[in-house]
């Protein structure tokens, strides 16, 4: 499973720093990404890392204010968010995408970021 940590309230312009911790599989052979759902809109993929953290990707709409990193040793993935607005808030989820003769991915249950004065 995937448990997401470090979501909370945060005021704008501020910094957050979301953890991703895997257990009961090792995350070095999945692909990351985290993802974030608003209120009332769809979820959307905000960042991705490869499974040796030589390729990342952030979404255009929030490019110079994330950071994905991860950490197979400590078998966690990481999203730095700096520069944080009001329309960051959102459930950010954590996914594990792999394949082995099919995909498989693994989702955790999202933690809440509230960017509010």
């Known amino acids: 499973q995937l448990v997401e940590s470090g979501g909370g309230l945060v005021q704008p312009g501020g910094s957050l720093r979301l953890s991703c911790t895997a257990s009961?599989?090792?995350?070095?052979?999945?692909?990351m990404s985290w993802y974030r759902q608003a209120p009332g809109k769809e979820r959307e993929r905000v960042a991705a890392?490869?499974?040796?953290?030589?390729?990342?990707n952030v979404a255009d709409s929030m490019k110079d204010r994330l950071t994905i990193s991860r950490d197979n040793a400590k078998n966690t993935v990481d999203l730095q968010m700096t520069s944080l607005k009001d329309e960051d808030t959102a459930v950010y989820y954590c996914?594990?995408?792999?394949?082995?003769?099919?995909?498989?991915?693994?989702w955790g249950q999202g933690t809440l970021v509230t960017v509010s004065s």
């Open positions: 996914k594990a995408r792999t394949w082995s003769g099919r995909t498989i991915e693994v």
């Open positions: 890392i490869s499974t040796t953290g030589d390729v990342t």
């Open positions: 009961g599989f090792t995350i070095s052979t999945y692909s």
